[in-house]
């Protein structure tokens, strides 16, 4: 599929949760500035615990690989521009977009969550595909 600026909507966090009692697996509820929302799940609670303390500000504990990403960003001048979504067969990829002195480095086909969990830790605009929203606002009583 081939992708362009024009198939993505600037979407925020509205909820993060878990759909278990146990907190094994995450939910993330993006929504666009319209109202439309499209619903996540499958990826780990333990992403979906980082997501909701990130949201709420907190920095004060992240995971190591965040260390890892952060330090070289700020080695080589760069700073996390925003991440986009998109399906790719059955499950959602995300590509990371990184800006500064002259360099722009776009890593690509990453988990949607890490991602996610990725933008909001750097306070980074998410950007979802198009067809994400369209297919799931007939579906989702929360969207209005």
């Known amino acids: 599929m081939k992708v362009t600026v024009g198939d993505f909507i600037s ?3 509205a909820e993060v949760g878990f759909t278990d009692e146990s ?3 995450g939910l ?3 929504r666009s500035d319209e109202g439309k929302t499209f619903a996540m799940r499958a990826f780990s609670g333990e992403s979906a615990m980082h997501m909701q303390r990130f949201s709420n500000g907190d920095r ?3 995971p190591s690989v965040f260390n890892i990403i952060e330090e ?13 979504v998109y ?4 499950v959602l990829r995300a590509d990371l977009q990184f800006l500064g002195k002259g360099k722009d480095v776009l890593l690509g ?16 605009p998410i950007m979802l595909h198009r067809s994400l929203l ?4 007939e579906e989702d009583p929360r969207s209005e």
């Not at 070289?72 to 986009?84: D, F, P, Q, S, T």
């Not at 369209?134 to 606002?137: A, F, V």
């Open 109 to 124: 086909g990453y988990r949607a969550s890490d991602a996610i969990a990725l933008a909001l830790f750097y306070d980074a």
């Open 23 to 25: 907190g094994m697996e």
């Open 60 to 62: 004060s504990s992240i």
């Open 87 to 90: 399906p790719s067969g059955d």
């Open 28 to 30: 993330v509820w993006l």
């Open 72 to 84: 070289l960003a700020e080695k080589e001048g760069i700073h996390l521009r925003g991440v986009e």
């Open 11 to 13: 979407v925020k966090v």
């Open 134 to 137: 369209e297919s799931e606002q």
